[in-house]
Nanobody, 118 residues
Framework: QVQLVESGGGLVQPGGSLRLSCAAS????????MGWYRQAPGKLRELVAS???????TYPDSVKGRFTISRDNAKNTVFLQMNSLKLEDTAVYYC????????????WGQGTQVTVSS
């Protein structure tokens, strides 16, 4: 069982930056694939970043070059650095986790709100 707690959301102006953190409890953190989903009102949930246990990262085109996911296995923490934020990045961001062999993310945090507004 893994518990995930996000922090770092807030209000930021367009073009600004935010860094989200996700602290994971439980053992075997280093073996999990970690990710960040977001969901905006009226829109489909979107996986915006993932990182494998080996450090391989993936991003959709919507955030590529602006968002960076990283992990600190010693501290059981995963981060999402978001730069050049746009109005359309406004959403609730969820930290997620799964084992490598599982096709879906079955551990979810409670979410943190990110609002990009002038």
């Amino acid at each position: 069982q893994v518990q995930l707690v996000e922090s770092g959301g807030g209000l930021v102006q367009p073009g600004g930056s935010l860094r989200l953190s996700c602290a994971a409890s439980g053992s075997s953190f280093s073996s999990y694939v970690m990710g960040w989903y977001r969901q905006a009102p009226g829109k489909l949930r979107e996986l915006v970043a993932s990182i494998t246990s080996g450090g391989r990262t993936t991003y959709p085109d919507s955030v590529k070059g602006r968002f960076t996911i990283s992990r600190d296995n010693a501290k059981n923490t995963v981060f999402l650095q978001m730069n050049s934020l746009k109005l359309e990045d406004t959403a609730v961001y969820y930290c997620v986790a799964r084992f490598e062999r599982q096709p879906v993310y079955n551990y979810w945090g409670q979410g943190t709100q990110v609002t990009v507004s002038s």
